[in-house]
């Protein structure tokens, strides 16, 4: 059973196009993070929710906007993408005792 | 704010070291710290949870240690094997709110 998916794995699309990633946890988890890992694989968070409540907005443009629709998803809609959006985001999950959980990946690339 | 800092960033060892990672942190206000392995192209794997009120934790070939007040923690690997070859990546959880702060991470290689 896969505790932390997203989908899709991989997205290759091209600039100033809209995309949308999907994560779920099936852990029973409050508290869910997107993270993005850049070409240098440093690891940033973007966002975290906490039953479905936006607790953490980094310095992250508008044009990324995540969604949780309730306590088991919380997807990201980007908007007009730009070169600069090519890399890894990780969606993940916390237990109440601070075990973070992250999901696969998925790999997006902007031509 | 936290900032958590990696040493060394790579590492090459022969197989059947012993070898240390370490990690340290500019707040010592953290809730616990974690590390994890990623794979090349892969995600992250949990290895470790260590608790501020904790000292240290170990899995198998696998030992973290935690020094809140100094803000350190070490991983020590025994008997290090090609399998190990990875990147390790530290990551501290604050005191309060909910955000996981990750250091740049060591790759290991272990050479067979």
């Known amino acids: 059973d896969t505790a932390v998916s997203q989908t899709p794995k991989y997205l290759v699309t091209q600039m100033g196009n809209d995309k949308s990633i999907k994560c779920e946890q099936n852990?029973?988890?409050?508290?869910m993070y997107w993270y993005k890992q850049d070409s240098k694989k440093f690891l940033k968070i973007m966002f975290s929710?906490?039953?479905?409540?936006?607790?953490i907005n980094e310095t992250v443009p508008n044009r990324f906007s995540p969604k949780s629709p309730d306590k088991a998803h919380l997807n990201l809609h980007i908007n007009s993408l730009e070169l600069g959006d090519s890399a890894v985001y990780f969606c993940?999950?916390?237990?109440?005792?601070?075990?973070?959980?992250f999901g696969p990946g998925t790999r997006l690339l902007v031509l | 704010k936290q900032e958590v800092t990696q040493i060394p960033a790579a590492l090459s060892v022969p197989e059947g070291e012993n070898l240390v990672l370490n990690c340290s942190f500019t707040?010592?206000?953290?809730?616990?710290l974690q590390w994890f392995r990623q794979d090349p192209g892969k995600g992250l794997t949990s290895l470790l949870l260590i608790q501020s009120s904790q000292r240290e934790q170990t899995s198998g070939r696998l030992n973290a240690s935690l020094d809140k007040s100094s803000g350190r923690s070490t991983l020590y690997i025994a008997a290090s094997q090609p399998g190990d070859s990875a990147t390790y990546l530290c990551a501290v959880l604050r005191e309060y709110g909910n955000k996981l702060v990750f250091g740049a991470g060591t790759i290991l290689r272990v050479k067979s």
């Open positions: 993940a999950s916390r237990t109440d005792e601070g075990r973070v959980s």
């Open positions: 707040d010592s206000a953290i809730y616990n």
């Open positions: 852990l029973g988890h409050d508290t």
């Open positions: 929710y906490n039953n479905k409540e936006l607790i």
